[in-house]
């Protein structure tokens, strides 16, 4: 498992598919493998980097659900294992990410309070047992930010959430946890700290995740961001540069963070004014990834800006325009819309 866990977070996802098969096929009848593979599957669904996602996502919903179904045959012959309390309540959030990307907003909530019950009873029987406490306090911290669209449906379902008390749990687990170590500094710093804009903690944390895991582009995504915003732009430069050294120009359209290096690249060379070419080549390479619509629009932009200040008018009025056909950022449609009035006012 530790093996399992090393390669998935340095991005050996192929290895670590191997060594998830090699478990089941050693012990077909435990949800600990299937649970890894649901594991390395969600992060690479995440990352984008499959040519076939939608068989991707079925062969994940075949695995969740074996996984599911293990983890409550072992809790039937031992209700009172705190491992297996666990195995089931991460079983279920997998399953809930499955329901989450078919909009399955019910099927979601459901399985997040399963869950956090669960993981509850696990700290009943073993408040030391630490690996607990990621999973609540993600729940917590979730609930109480729920977008108003389902609101009803988790007042209907008895949801509520605390931001403080997840966040401290969510600590709690970061600090002492043993398997839910990382996911829980990751969630930390990635959603909690970066929606507070915390960015001293932001980065300080992730240095520590990417320092132990150098093949993880989700933590240098998140490193160059918060070193964005500290305006640090040598740092994003540096840690973008190693990634790029890293992974070869084949991999540049397969994961979606190197998309968003790329374009933090761009926007550091762009603030320190000393490689327009490079910038504009980062925020291509961003804009060529083809998604999420928020990156292309703020790339976009950013290259856009850029030709508007070498003097080519032509090619700036078009990338603005691009900026409000794709719409994906309210503040780069607002200065899009700006600098063409201006250069179409000239």
Not at 157 to 186: D, H
Request: hydrophobic share 35%; proline share 3%.
């Amino acid at each position: 498992m530790d093996s399992a866990a090393h390669q998935t977070y340095n991005y050996r996802f192929d290895d670590a598919l191997m060594t998830a098969d090699s478990m089941i096929s050693a012990y077909p009848d435990l949800p600990q493998g299937y649970i890894y593979k649901c594991g390395i599957y969600s992060k690479m669904l995440v990352e984008e980097c499959f040519d076939s996602p939608d068989s991707v996502w079925q062969e994940y919903k075949k695995t969740v659900d074996i996984a599911c179904k293990l983890s409550r045959k072992e809790l039937k012959v031992n209700p009172d294992n705190v491992e297996g309390l666990f195995d089931y309540a991460g079983a279920l959030v997998y399953r809930s990410r499955y329901e989450a990307n078919g909009s399955d907003w019910l099927g979601l909530l459901s399985d997040g309070v399963k869950s956090r019950k669960v993981l509850e009873k696990a700290i009943e029987l073993d408040p030391d047992f630490y690996d607990a406490y990621s999973g609540i306090g993600a729940f917590n911290y979730y609930a109480a930010h729920l977008p108003w669209y389902l609101k009803p449906v988790a007042l209907i379902l008895g949801i509520s959430g605390n931001e403080r008390e997840g966040i401290t749990q969510l600590e709690k687990a970061a600090r002492f946890g043993n398997y839910s170590k990382v996911e829980a500094a990751s969630f930390l710093a990635e959603i909690v700290y970066t929606n507070k804009k915390e960015y001293d903690e932001v980065a300080k944390l992730t240095l520590e995740l990417h320092d132990r895991y150098p093949g993880n582009l989700s933590f240098v995504r998140t490193l160059c961001h918060a070193c964005y915003k500290l305006h640090d732009y040598a740092e994003v430069i540096r840690y973008a540069d190693r990634s790029f050294a890293r992974y070869p120009a084949s991999d540049s359209g397969r994961f979606l963070s190197l998309a968003y290096i790329r374009f933090y690249r761009g926007e550091s060379y762009a603030a320190l004014k000393v490689n327009y070419n490079l910038a504009i080549s980062d925020y291509s390479k961003a804009i060529e990834m083809g998604q999420p619509s928020i990156l292309m629009t703020r790339a976009y932009y950013g290259r856009g800006s850029l030709y508007e200040r070498l003097g080519m008018k032509r090619k700036a009025i078009t990338d603005f325009e691009s900026v409000l056909r794709l719409n994906g950022d309210d503040n780069a449609c607002k200065q899009a819309r700006v600098a063409l009035d201006s250069l179409k006012g000239e």
